[in-house]
């Protein structure tokens, strides 16, 4: 028997993706405008950079709430599993910007360092140096606001915006001490950790686009899920032995495929009722699991 199993707190879901949303635009629009005046007002490319990336931030939660809206939406006939998918098709497209955003940002300062001319490099104010400090606390705070969410909820593209704050709270460290640097005396420090930011940048892309990947290639639930599957099914009365169970992630939902084995004298009521329990009892245990497919086979091995 199949089934797909529709959860009451979908508009939760997408209640609570949009709160944190919201919250992660309203925060990295007023970082935004303070860096790059930062930025602008106290010489430093590096707090500039910080600027972009942080501006990044904003399209990313953006496509985070369109990308969370359209998932939500029920299945219809082109799309007869739903549409989860497409919050990751928004965790790529994020992963997209944010590669362009860092390759751009290292492009310009590896041709500053490269270039050998520091003379001219003017030394950035103070004024740098606490925005740096200031982006630090903020964005590390968005991180643990965003990543708790996430993880209630169960959301691969708000995980991916979380992560987006971490890597600009890590980038604002590399300008901080590129700051720091330069107004101790080495300038060409700013234009380093222009270079370090874009390391920061380019890894958080890679990471978000390895995770959206995975659950657009139908990769299993993690090892540990899948172990607690099992043995909620093997509690189950009339399951004599679980053979097969695969799973796959489809967004951030998980599709739940068993054979199990039952006693071949039962009648075909009886056969039902056994995979009916095990049915019932994956979506009382697991909210992530979204459709379950139980096949009920005679067990005759002696």
Request: charged share 20%; proline share 1%; glycine share 8%.
């Amino acid at each position: 028997m199949g089934k797909t199993v529709v959860h009451t707190d979908d508009r939760e879901f997408e209640r609570i993706a949009t709160r944190v949303s919201v919250v992660g635009i309203v925060g990295n629009l007023v970082l935004t405008v303070f860096k790059i005046i930062a930025g602008i007002i106290g010489h430093s490319g590096a707090m500039i950079s910080d600027a972009i990336h942080s501006a990044s931030d904003v399209i990313s939660s953006i496509i985070v709430i369109v990308g969370v809206k359209i998932s939500r939406k029920e299945a219809d006939d082109d799309h007869p599993y739903g549409h989860e998918r497409h919050e990751c098709v928004a965790a790529i497209v994020l992963a997209v910007i944010l590669l362009y955003t860092g390759l751009m940002i290292g492009i310009n300062a590896a041709k500053v360092i490269m270039s050998g001319e520091f003379s001219g490099i003017r030394v950035p104010g103070t004024i740098a140096l606490v925005a740096a400090v200031t982006s630090i606390i903020t964005k590390e705070a968005m991180y643990h606001y965003t990543i708790h969410y996430a993880k209630i909820i169960k959301s691969e593209s708000l995980r991916a915006s979380a992560w987006d704050h971490r890597s600009d709270a890590l980038s604002s460290i590399g300008a901080l001490v590129g700051i720091a640097g330069s107004i101790m005396g080495y300038p060409v420090l700013d234009s380093v950790a222009s270079l370090i930011i874009c390391i920061f940048i380019v890894r958080a892309a890679y990471q978000i686009f390895i995770g959206a990947v995975n659950q657009m290639v139908d990769k299993a639930a993690d090892a540990e899920t899948v172990a607690k599957i099992d043995a909620c099914i093997r509690e189950q009365e009339g399951v004599v032995e679980v053979y097969r169970l695969k799973t796959r992630v489809f967004g951030n939902k998980i599709y739940v495929d068993v054979n199990i084995e039952a006693d071949g004298k039962l009648t075909l009521h009886e056969g039902h009722a056994i995979a009916e329990r095990v049915h019932v009892a994956i979506e009382e245990n697991f909210s992530e699991v979204k459709h379950i497919m139980v096949h009920v086979d005679p067990y005759e091995r002696g």
